[in-house]
């Protein structure tokens, strides 16, 4: 029984002991005691047609009279509220998804309740599909040496409701001609299959109607998928099922992130993919330059203030003039160059390689070299600091933690035994926290994961969890994810902010060290954090996924909060991030609230 079944059975228990109700003095039979809704355990399967149940309420009164109620008010209960919608008495089912659910009749306090259940088997026919192209198909199809391998999405893999359709991927026996295909997708009550005529590439992305008929039906549980096939000389054979777990979560926002072959940073959000800055200013120092003036225009090293608004950069590669954008502003979309927010002059600009923002948006802590420093981003002037000064050599990948009391970053950074190293390529180093005690006051730096003697003894890019307790890191080789197009061995760990053991998330990396840079969104929904990351690891087959070529593709994995400190992987089997480039290089992902939400 629901929190809301609950609520509405208590509150009817206490209105009949009150007395509540129609009085004995206006209602000739006395108090209403009860009321009986029917059609009782309604069982209704939608075919693609809305259908309505029509429903009735008797209330039963104190001198045993039952009488039909015109003013009950019909309400659904939080399962039942997917499924349709009533007008006065008339329940509509549309097909928006199936289940169970509650029905309630209301009058005077007093309730009557009852059941209904929605189920859907829809079949939908591709392009040629003959029409008795079903009769192929028995619900339990078996398997044999024609059977297809379902590569995307992955099995046992966790997805937030909010998660747009994947475009669901296949291997197996080739084609021949004539054959068919059947997608089908089970969720709870819900059965939905598409059947194919040979179709190129191997794969099919659900339409969002379908996509969202299963979401809703699933509610937390596990939705299935299988691919079977058919040909008109060996009949059918049955695919593997892909078992996905959906978590009740709304994890959107706007991801930022480098497209390594086009050379310019880009955006995926709720309206899909786009240039981050489609113009991008001029490097104040490439404009200047007497001998060799360029108009190299892009912004590389980003980050991104936790509220979405702001992104700082480094103008044409590392450790050159840093400009702060204002994400909310038409200006940054529109403009030829996009404005910054402080000027960018040379010579009065300050310099960075990596940065990271603070809780609120008002500092910005710089890694310029190996060093560290903070500057106020709205005018990139420096801050002077009190306590224990900065790091001033080994030092990279600031992070500042959510609630502002802390900053992670990779510290005694070096490479080729012990020679210092640039920020962007080092081959050995630890992970530290700074304390931040006060207003621009830090305290002294304290490791908590030292890598040495590690077979990954290099960690890199710490990220905090929402609630500023643990940090994720990427530990490899080497800090950057390859050489060229060669991956370096690395993979994703999870330590307390206070340090002990580290735990890898090997669920995350599907058991291969091959993942990098993680990066928590702002998100705290169902239990779960959500990371991401990139990977060369591939997504989906060869036809329209990465299968056979070495490519970095963003992945996103839930994070389960109730394992954290026990010493479990906490990580979950990872989904592709939507809207990807899957010819392209994506890496560093930073993940924040979309800023139009701060258009005036």
Known sequence: MSMRVRDLVAFAVVSIAAGCGASESSNPHGQLMSIDVQPANEMVEYTGT??????????????????PLDGATWTLDEDGGHLGSFVDSHFTIGGAAAGKGGVFATLDGTVGSTSVMVTMHLTTLGDGVPDDAATHFPDTSPAAAQSQTVVYPLDQAVMPTSVKSPDIQWEGANAGGGDLYRVRMIAGYATLDTILLEPPGSHFEPVDLDWQRIVGSVGTGTATITVDHWDATNGVAGGAPVNVKFIDAQVVGAIYYWHLDAGRMEKIDSMGRAPAIPNPPQSPSDAANPTNPSDNRCVACHSVSRDGRYLAGSM??????????????????????????????????????????????????????????????MTGANVTTTGTPLPAAGAAHPSWSPDGTAIAFASNTTAGGGTPAWAVDYDRSDLSIIPQTGPDAFGPAFPIVTATGSPFPAASWPTWTPDSQYVAFGQGVNSRGASGTTPYAGSLFMVNRNGGASVKLANACRGQDLCYLPNFGPFDQGGYFWLVFYSFSPYGNAQVGTKGVVRRQMWVTAIDKSKLGTGQDPSSTPYWLPEQDVTAQNMSAFWALEAPIFKK
């Open 50 to 67: 809305p259908s309505t149940i029509d429903y009735t309420a008797v209330g039963h009164y104190a001198d045993g009279a039952d009488v």
């Open 316 to 377: 044409w590669g590392g450790a050159r003039e840093g400009a702060v954008f204002d994400m909310s502003s038409n200006a940054v979309k529109t403009g030829n160059p996009a404005p910054t927010v402080a000027p960018l002059t040379e010579g009065t600009t300050y310099k960075q390689l990596f940065t990271s923002w603070n809780n609120d948006g008002t500092r910005l802590m710089v890694n310029e070299g190996n060093t560290l420093r903070v500057i106020n981003p």
